[in-house]
């Protein structure tokens, strides 16, 4: 199985912050992954695909990047409504399997 | 607009079983393949079961091989999760997910609660 890990579990960032989120695989996943936002309570967002490639709708201040085993996901400047817990997911073989997940809090 | 409702969780005692449903509309079902994600309470995501738009290939996680089954049944739009020999670490949320053709999830249910204790 493909074991994904991300770093740092958790942020405390100010509003406009810079905010870059690590997601590493055990081994290579092409450019196979997709980044989540969770809000309490609340379904888990698509926000990215293939490794960088931003869903309809979702802000541009949200990036990503890499391939193999290293991605980041990167908010250019963080919002209010950015405050969350974000999660990588690989798509490249199965079983599928998440990151640890990442909260970005408040400072 | 898409929607995923899940149903059918609820308490049920270690050794049992029980039968997820998520009735899904909006999108035209037979054509995408649906997932089971759960998530244990306070913790992260963990994908459960896949399978294909016409129900001919399922995945499974390592953890739920052997005793959860998924199926759907294109005429009525709906996706189950039949789960036996349920576990106290089967105690989670349980989310339905659309696959976006690409095994990633654009669109999910609100989750249906599923609960293992004596």
């Known amino acids: 199985d493909i074991q994904m890990t991300q770093s740092p579990s958790s942020v405390s960032a100010s509003v406009g912050d810079r905010v870059t989120i690590t997601c590493r695989a055990s081994?290579?996943?092409?450019?196979?992954l997709a980044w989540y936002q969770q809000k309490p309570g609340k379904a888990p967002k698509l926000l990215i695909s293939g490794a960088s490639s931003l869903l309809s709708g979702v802000p541009s201040r949200f990036s990503g990047s890499g391939s193999g085993t290293d991605f980041t996901l990167t908010i250019s400047s963080l919002q209010p409504e950015d405050f969350a817990i974000y999660y990588c997911?690989?798509?490249?073989?199965?079983?599928?399997?998440f990151g640890g997940g990442t909260k970005v809090e408040i400072k | 607009q898409v929607q995923l409702v899940e149903s059918g969780g609820g308490v049920v005692q270690p050794g049992r079983s029980l039968r997820l449903s998520c009735a899904a509309s909006?999108?035209?079902?037979?054509?995408?393949?649906m997932h089971w994600v759960r998530q244990a309470p306070g913790k992260g995501l963990e994908w459960v079961a896949g399978i294909w738009y016409d129900g001919s290939n399922e995945n499974y996680a390592d953890s739920v091989k052997g005793r959860f089954t998924i199926s759907r049944d294109n005429s009525k739009n709906t996706l189950y999760l039949q789960m036996n020999s349920l576990r106290a670490e089967d105690t989670a949320l349980y989310y339905c997910?659309?696959?976006?053709?690409?095994?990633?999830?654009?669109?999910w249910g609100q989750g249906t609660p599923v609960t293992v204790s004596s």
């Open positions: 081994q290579g996943v092409s450019g196979w």
């Open positions: 997910a659309k696959d976006i053709q690409l095994y990633y999830f654009d669109y």
């Open positions: 909006g999108f035209t079902f037979r054509s995408y393949g």
């Open positions: 997911q690989q798509g490249n073989s199965f079983p599928l399997t």
